[in-house]
């Protein structure tokens, strides 16, 4: 079972950056691609971007792309999430999740794992 515990949110002035980092336990061998979700209050969850584990290629929402950066560092068994130009629209809990399939969507029902969410606040 693969846990995941988010860290690095905070609050920010807008046009500011900030980076959220992901650490995965307990069987990051099975993960095949790693997420960031986010969802502000009384909206629904939805996808920010995502990384392959092995190969690197990453998915953006168009809201974000430009903007914001997803990486990994496998060794560490980390994902990262680096913001830069944040606007007030970007405030949510920003969620860490991962999906031990090969093939997957920017769909909440494909990752199975999820973090406890870490608060991103941007200021205006």
């Known amino acids: 079972q693969v846990q995941l515990v988010e860290s690095g949110g905070g609050l920010v002035q807008a046009g500011g950056s900030l980076r959220v980092s992901c650490s995965a336990s307990?069987?990051?061998?099975?993960?095949?691609?790693m997420g960031w979700f986010r969802q502000a209050p009384g909206k629904e969850r939805e996808f920010v971007a995502a990384?392959?584990?092995?190969?690197?290629?990453?998915l953006y929402a168009d809201s974000v792309r430009g903007r914001f950066t997803i990486s990994r560092d496998i060794a560490k068994n980390t994902a990262f999430l680096q913001m830069f130009s944040l606007k007030p629209e970007d405030t949510a809990v920003y969620y860490c999740?991962?999906?031990?399939?090969?093939?997957?969507?920017?769909?909440?029902?494909?990752?199975?794992?999820w973090g406890q969410g870490t608060q991103v606040t941007v200021s205006s």
């Open positions: 999740a991962a999906t031990p399939r090969a093939f997957y969507r920017t769909e909440l029902r494909d990752f199975v794992f």
């Open positions: 307990g069987g990051f061998s099975s993960v095949y691609a």
């Open positions: 990384i392959s584990k092995t190969s690197g290629n990453t």
